[in-house]
């Protein structure tokens, strides 16, 4: 029984990670109804987007400090509370001023669930699972941008955009209810994913450079794909949605993939998945003009920076020099810098360089990443074995047990 609550809390919390991912990206998709029934220009609406991810950005670690003493059962529940009432404002919204409102209401929640639900889904199982934990709650995500935004989209074309916030808001109140019901209600200092398995500083801030700068080189090309795939590639526009399904496929399958070795060998995960992205994108640069090649390799990037996303969550729940909830919002404050700061350089490069440079650009910043990590290992090569590292838990597991172990 203890188990199977354990494992319905993961899927609502994986299901938290869906919802929270459609709504960031959902006015990416229904940008010209939103525009146009509320009067304001497209690129008013691009704000929506914009202003979502600086509030992230701004407020995770703050917002995580200020609420570090509330067991997460009632934060997570509390969270989804106002991520219901957010949303069900922006579906009644008349005015631009108030969706603007709404959404960095929603946004706020986002800072504060991204920073919680990690180390509040580790502590459902033992410590030897954490990688595989990390990975189910991070294919939420994942999965709503392959099925999610395009579900919410085409809901959006042919019932009103409204009827898609409505949606979300709706299934929200059904997650609300899973994770109240069934997540423990354990104080955040008390189980052993409240701290890094084995605290690393040094390491701690080089994962903030690489989620930073891995981010930033997958989302440069990322936000103009469209772009590249009818100008370089040759596709029509009405392709560009079945090629954004396949990488979505492909991030799906990576997330998962990297569930099952992550527990095992994570610095070498995270290398893989870094180096993965750069050479699809290098690739990309070369033979982008090549249909076949250009479909595979933009799926082969989505696996990769999938991929990463899972090693990146579960390796800060390891190297963590203290709280992990501070720890987990500071690697999505700075996860939110990459996915600004991507898009940003690949649009500066864009009227003068051409589409083409953002994929140049793209594999340029993911091999600065991948150089600060082999340079990590080069001085630094003795990490603590996945063996010392299950002794250590071994040994915290019989000082203070946690309540759920399951080993699903």
Not at 58 to 67: D, E, F, G, I, R
Request: glycine share 10%; aromatic share 6%; net charge positive.
């Amino acid at each position: 029984m203890r188990n199977r609550r354990a494992v319905g809390a993961l899927i609502g919390l994986s299901g938290g990670t869906f919802l929270y991912t459609t709504a960031e990206a959902l006015p990416v998709g229904l940008l010209l109804p939103m525009a146009a029934e509320l009067n304001v220009s497209p690129s008013q609406v691009g704000m929506l987007v914009t202003v979502y991810g600086a509030v992230v950005m701004v407020a995770s670690v703050p917002l995580t400090a200020l609420v570090r003493r509330v067991p997460r059962r009632w934060l997570l529940s509390a969270l989804l509370a106002g991520f219901v009432v957010s949303n069900a404002i922006t579906v009644f919204a008349s005015t631009f001023a108030l969706m603007l409102a709404a959404r960095m209401a929603t946004a706020a929640t986002h800072a504060l669930f991204w920073a919680v639900v990690v180390p509040a889904a580790a502590e459902l199982f033992r410590p030897g699972l954490r990688g595989r934990v990390v990975a189910v709650v991070f294919a939420g995500g994942t999965v709503a941008l392959a099925l999610g935004v395009p579900a919410g989209t085409w809901l959006g074309e042919r019932a009103g955009w409204r009827a898609s916030f409505l949606a979300v808001a709706g299934l929200g109140a059904i997650v609300l209810v899973v994770v109240a019901s069934l997540l423990p209600s354990a104080r955040p200092e008390e189980g052993h994913a409240a701290r890094g398995a084995t605290p690393d500083v040094r390491r701690f801030w080089l994962l903030v450079a690489v989620a930073i700068l891995a981010t930033a080189g997958a989302i440069a090309p990322y936000t103009y794909v469209a772009l590249f795939v009818t100008e370089v590639t040759g596709f029509s526009p009405s392709s560009v949605g079945a090629i954004l399904l396949v990488r979505g496929v492909a991030s799906v399958l990576g997330i998962l993939a990297m569930g099952a070795v992550v527990d095992r060998s994570p610095w070498l995960a995270l290398t893989a998945t870094v180096a993965l992205q750069s050479v699809a994108l290098l690739g990309l640069y070369a033979v982008g003009q090549w249909p076949t090649a250009a479909v595979g390799l933009i799926a082969l990037a989505g696996l990769a920076f999938a991929a990463f996303t899972a090693a990146l969550g579960g390796l800060v729940l390891q190297v963590a020099p203290g709280r992990s909830d501070l720890a987990a919002a500071t690697v999505s404050a700075a996860v939110n810098v990459g996915i600004t700061g991507g898009a940003f350089v690949g649009g500066l490069a864009l009227p003068s360089q051409g589409v083409h440079s953002t994929v140049l650009i793209g594999a340029v910043l993911g091999t600065i990443a991948l150089v600060l990590i082999l340079g990590e290992r080069l001085v630094r090569p003795a990490a603590a074995s996945p063996e010392v590292v299950r002794l250590t838990d071994d040994h915290r597991e019989r000082k203070n047990p946690v309540p759920s172990t399951s080993n699903v």
